[in-house]
């Protein structure tokens, strides 16, 4: 046999897998790591592609445009805006997903130090739009 048509036969099940598509889970986190990009990056509008159009956070009290307004003074007051994430919890339910999270934010003017900082207990609802998930509610509650 061919030894080219042997390599290309080995081929097809490897580019196969390569394309397989990336389970739910892997979608959900990442698009929770390019959120935390976005803020630290300064970039509300990247963070904002994430969230639906019918977001309700905080109770339905916080809606998608009081969110980005929101997330636009918290980059625009500080220099450097800090996000780090604890253990992600995920619990699919078909096209919904539940997700808990603590986050510590950070901001400052840049220095060594960041000059204010929170900690929050974040639980948000994601639903299934296409091959991408996005956010359509989420509650937070300060900690610390």
Request: charge should be negative; include cysteine.
């Amino acid at each position: 046999m061919n030894r080219c048509f042997v390599l290309c036969l080995l081929a097809v099940p490897i580019a196969l897998a390569a394309c397989a598509r990336k389970p739910d889970e892997t979608r959900i986190r990442d698009a929770i790591a390019a959120m935390q990009q976005a803020v630290q990056a300064h970039q509300p509008r990247d963070f904002m592609a994430w969230i639906s159009a019918d977001f309700a956070g905080q109770d339905g009290t916080v809606d998608r445009r009081e969110l980005a307004n929101i997330l636009r003074v918290e980059v625009l007051s500080n220099d450097k805006v800090g996000v780090t994430l604890g253990p992600i919890d995920v619990d699919l339910q078909g096209d919904r997903a539940t997700v808990h999270v603590v986050a510590t934010l950070t901001g400052g003017s840049g220095g060594l130090l960041p000059e204010h900082g929170a900690i929050y207990a974040i639980t948000s609802g994601w639903k299934r739009d296409g091959r991408d998930w996005h956010c359509y509610n989420a509650s937070w509650e300060q900690k610390l």
